[in-house]
């Protein structure tokens, strides 16, 4: 479990059957302050990684392979400055992708595939809307990436990889209503995907895809 602490470092908690706690600002070596939550992730190598937006609105990664360390991955990338908190998934192929929405309100992905690259997604997948929310990232098991973010007109929108960048608005795909926050999305072992967030209701909506897009209202459907 990793958050930000009031003291503006990175922190984790980790269980080996039992608790521990672990400064990861102080173990990486004094790495730049947090602006906002962390997001972890692993590799298939083992290698524990938590990436953040810093005070300098860089990305920053403190990785572990037995130690920890720091990375300022928008130096590394070449990427512009962020503005969101980003987020962090990882490829079947060991690719390392973390997306986050830059100044500009694009979608930006840093990804690494044993040296870190930049891509914009909003100018990649054909000019989709500008972002008024961060991104949240995930793979389906077919190898397609998916990333969701909250337009400025309150609809959930897709950009989604199976070689090349594509745009969807799921919103009007689902016909749901507005969001007032930030998606998450994630997938279930039968392949559909499930985007949650908060409407304008104060309902929490779902919109879930086996092939096509779905809404439901799970403040309804849950009493």
Known sequence: MIYRGRDN????????????????????GGAADPMGDP???????????????????????????????????????????????????????????????????HIHELWWNGSWHHNDLTNAAGGAPPAASKADGYILG??????????GNGHI???????????????????????TSSPEGYILGDGTQHVVYRGADDHIHELWWDGTWHHNDLSVAAP
């Open 142 to 151: 077919d190898g397609t990436q998916h990333v969701v973010y909250r337009g």
């Open 157 to 179: 929108h897709e950009l989604w990889w199976n070689g090349s960048w594509h745009h969807n608005d799921l919103t009007t795909a689902a016909g749901a209503p507005a969001a």
């Open 39 to 105: 997001d972890g992730y692993i590799l298939n190598d083992g290698t524990q990684h938590v990436v953040y937006l810093g005070q300098d609105s860089h990305i920053h990664e403190l990785w572990w392979d037995g130690a920890w360390h720091h990375n300022d991955l928008t130096n590394a990338a070449g990427a512009p400055i962020g503005i969101e908190n980003p987020s962090g998934y990882i490829m079947g192929d060991g690719t390392q992708h973390v997306v986050c929405r830059g100044a500009d309100d």
């Open 9 to 28: 470092h990175i922190h984790e908690l980790w269980w080996d059957g039992a608790w521990h706690h672990n400064d990861l600002t102080n173990a990486a």
